[in-house]
């Protein structure tokens, strides 16, 4: 997916270094196995291990706040902090989705609405008082606090979003992979192609990741009578888990190999 050109860093005492990473490949894949996590986590802890739909939301709440504060201390991008805050934030933002869902009986055309219409909020408060939507440019806790809301919010939509066409529309969980990738390779040509704005182009693509990802979960982990493989909430999330563990440290090695500017 496209990026925007970085900005210079500014090393006052006012700014931070960037907190988000650079989007190559490596961001987009840990982007969608974050999402497939999102969903197969939430499932397994209020399902597998019965934790139950409001004390999982307590506990994945209790860790996203506990990740976010330690993301927020830190001075730079740290891979290991971003990348667990990104696999927390979309559980919670599945959970958002499903707690309206499941225990308020919101339909799904209402949530996608409301999520649609909050996330748009988010972006123009954020363009009123930044100027930029730019993630190259997260050096100030401001800009990265309408960061992480914007991120949430993504979850949410993308969640809402992808749950409506798989079930509601009842296309099923791999065709719905397979339209959400082809929606997200629609984006990239327009950018690379067209030259449509990287940052626009950007978060279209950040938010259809997440139907994406959810879909890909569900088809691993849900049981073949219902359209999936059948390897459960389990061994989907810890297959995941790992290549996003192994991937993460591979890019903080790199991370520390790569002298300061």
Known sequence: MP??????????MSHLL???PEVTIWFWVIKILCTTVGETAADYLNETLHFGLTGTTLVTSVALIGALIWQFKSIKYVPGVYWLTVVLISVVGTLV????TDRFNVSLVLTTSIFAVVLIA?????????????????RTAKREGFYWLAILFTFALGTAAGDLIAEKVNI????SALLFAGLIAAVTV??????????????AGYILTR???????????QAKTDGGLGIGTTGTSVVFLSVIALVVLYL????KEVPAQ
């Open 97 to 100: 989705t499903d707690n309206l």
């Open 3 to 12: 990026m925007s050109a970085p900005e210079k860093t500014d090393h006052t």
């Open 172 to 175: 099923g969980y791999w065709k």
């Open 18 to 20: 960037n907190k988000v």
């Open 211 to 221: 139907p994406l990802g959810a879909s890909i979960g569900d088809y691993m982990s």
């Open 252 to 255: 903080s090695r790199r991370e």
């Open 122 to 138: 988010v972006f123009i408060t954020w363009q009123a008082s930044e100027h930029t939507l730019s993630i190259h440019s997260i």
């Open 190 to 203: 327009l950018h690379l192609v067209f030259k449509v704005n990287a940052i626009a182009t950007f978060w």
